[in-house]
């Protein structure tokens, strides 16, 4: 397909009219947060905080039970094209950004309904591609009763597939990264990091002890190496377009601008790009990269260790600005910009980042934390 097929005036008409209308809602890959989803949800990122996995710790909260990390969501999302993806055929899409509001955390046997609709596609520029969109998709998941848990808006950015430009010009944004050599003493560095990580847990953060400028304990993701990956989708789940054999060829099937041939001939998932080097370059990438979702999750972790039990993350954005390919380790840091009360509620925000071994930023963010005040009974 060439760009002018992709971005015709037809197709982006029919994408524009489905904004505000509900998507039809497709399987969920978790329905109920078990007590072995979130277990498997929080292995997949390398999260060990108690709250998530461990009964006897995690009822003497004030949660009383097993609590499931922020974005645990991810995992309750819909198995079909998610309204940040629908429409556009041969275009391929890129995480850019996620926008999160939580009203109360998801506690344990939580019955999640998600519910997603396409709230915006508008054009920007870019040196990716000669032509982008931000098809943007909101998603409100709700408990059983009906109360709303939590809302997020998902910018994906979308672009024709192959890089090749119609004048035949190759995307060169990502031509400076190459996978990194690490020598022992980096590789000890790295994990003596992983060991100075801290979680705040039972030892409540009170909002008067905290300063504007304070610095939030960093945690390290990395060197990322392909079995992280598979760990993550292990708990997160396999997103739209990992399914196996017949499943996959239904889907095919119904969506056959998504079924790519790899080097053999055989129709595959554009989803290979986190994992296949070489496809991953064919779409102008430096070769294969992290999940969105997954390095979102990453930089939401500097809060969840740092609030401790007593605190709830309330918002979170996060931007993602340059790939980690794999081999690419992250430092996910953050520090403390604001604090107020407002509501009866006594906040924190904070501004957050992640950069790779080659100081580039990967990801910039800001979350509003609730914190415990002790004039507050």
């Known amino acids: 397909m060439t760009q002018a097929d992709v971005f015709s005036e037809e197709n982006l008409a029919i994408v524009r009219s489905r904004i505000g209308s509900p998507v039809p809602r497709g399987q969920q890959f978790n329905e109920i947060a078990t007590r072995d989803a979130i277990r498997h949800f929080a292995q997949g990122y390398g999260d060990v905080n ?67 609709k396409l709230a915006d596609l508008r054009e920007v520029t870019g040196r990716f591609a000669e032509r982008l969109f931000n098809q943007i998709g909101e998603t409100i998941y709700r408990s059983s009763d009906g109360d709303i848990i939590a809302r997020r808006l998902m910018t994906d950015r979308r672009f024709l597939r192959y890089p090749e430009t119609e004048k035949g010009e190759k995307r ?46 960093h945690v390290v993701k990395g060197p990322l190496v392909l079995t992280d990956l598979i760990a993550w989708y ?94 690419d380790t992250c430092r996910c840091r953050g520090k403390v910009v604001r604090k107020y009360v407002e509501n009866e509620e006594h906040l924190v925000d904070c501004e957050l980042w992640a950069d790779n071994q080659r100081g580039e930023k990967s990801a910039t963010g800001v979350a509003t934390a609730v914190l415990p005040s002790r004039g507050k009974v």
């Open 172 to 217: 060169d944004k990502y031509q400076d990264i190459s996978r990194h050599k690490y020598s022992r003493e980096d590789l000890e560095g790295i994990f003596a990091d992983y060991d100075k990580e801290e979680i705040r847990g039972a030892n409540p953060r009170c909002w008067e002890d905290v300063r504007v400028g304070d610095e939030l304990a």
């Open 234 to 327: 292990i708990g997160v789940g396999p997103a739209p377009f990992i399914r196996a054999h017949g499943i996959r060829l239904a889907y095919d099937r119904k969506h056959p601008a998504g079924a790519l041939p790899d080097g053999l001939g055989i129709p595959d998932t554009p989803q290979r790009a986190h994992w296949d080097e070489e496809f991953a370059k064919s779409i102008g990438m430096p070769g294969a990269f992290d999940q969105g979702n997954q390095r979102i999750t990453w930089v939401s972790q500097v809060m969840t260790n740092w609030i401790g039990d007593d605190g709830f993350l309330k918002k979170l954005t996060v931007y993602l600005r340059r790939p980690n390919v794999l081999g």
């Open 50 to 116: 108690p709250l998530w996995r461990d009964d006897a710790y995690a009822g003497k909260t004030r949660y009383g039970c097993i609590v499931a990390p922020p974005l645990f969501l991810y995992s309750c999302d819909p198995l079909g094209i998610g309204p940040a993806g629908m429409g556009l055929p041969g275009a391929h899409g890129l995480w850019a950004s996620d926008e999160w509001e939580w009203f109360r955390p998801v506690r344990l046997n939580d019955r999640i309904v998600a519910e997603e």
